[in-house]
């Protein structure tokens, strides 16, 4: 005879995701606002986002290029330009052996990146010296910047004109707020894309 199989989620399991919850109403809705219309106004313009992130964080910004690329788009509506700098891994690693690791996201910025572009930084800490750097150089650029971070905002929160803080210190919570947010953005740009071309 079979025994019997346990299926109740284990308690740590479930406290999780009741923290999660509570991570995800932290989120500063004006905030999202501001960085919804950013990106519509970078679609409208013909201009280019660029995302960075390290570790999870990296998988968060390929995703979101993704989604913004595909999900987001209407058919009759231009999509955005997006790209996630951690993706071409033969430069990224050239210029992490060639140069310096801290300098792997500022080197392509400096050669990508236009005015009014958008560049969007993704990190826990937001303390990441190669995000800092790839900050600073947008900034130069004359680039739109944005953080999406957690924890305390580390010092890329003085270094953006526009952040998503999550003041949580677990970077598995704040990596989920971090992808739910993409969603969420996702979700309101292809409605408001819909919402357009249908006057």
């Known amino acids: 005879m079979l025994a019997a199989v346990d299926t109740t989620p284990h308690p740590i399991a479930l406290d ?11 989120v ?6 501001r960085l919804i219309d950013l990106l519509l106004d970078a679609r409208a313009m013909g201009r280019r986002v660029y995302l960075m992130g390290n570790g999870g964080s990296a998988a968060t910004a390929s995703h979101l290029v993704s989604d913004l ?6 058919a009759g509506r231009r999509p955005l330009r997006a790209f996630a700098l951690a993706d071409n ?3 990224l690693t050239a210029w992490a052996n060639d140069s310096a690791y801290d300098r792997v996201f500022a080197e392509q910025i400096d050669a990508l ?7 969007i930084a993704i990190s826990a800490s937001g303390n990441s010296p190669n995000i800092l750097a790839g900050l600073r150089t947008a900034a130069a650029q004359g680039a739109h ?3 999406l971070l957690g924890f305390d905002g580390g010092a890329a929160l003085a270094l953006v004109d526009l952040a ?7 970077y598995g919570l ?17 409605h408001q894309l819909i919402h357009d071309a249908a006057r």
């Open 145 to 147: 910047t944005v953080g």
């Open 69 to 74: 690329i595909k999900t987001a788009r209407v």
């Open 113 to 119: 990146v236009e005015p009014e572009d958008v560049v």
């Open 89 to 91: 891994t033969p430069l």
């Open 174 to 190: 704040v990596e989920d707020a971090h992808a739910a947010l993409g969603h969420a953005i996702t979700l309101a740009i292809r």
């Open 164 to 170: 998503i803080h999550i003041p949580c210190h677990n």
């Open 16 to 26: 999780y995701l009741e923290e999660l919850a509570e991570v995800v109403r932290q």
């Open 28 to 33: 500063p809705g004006d905030a999202l606002g």
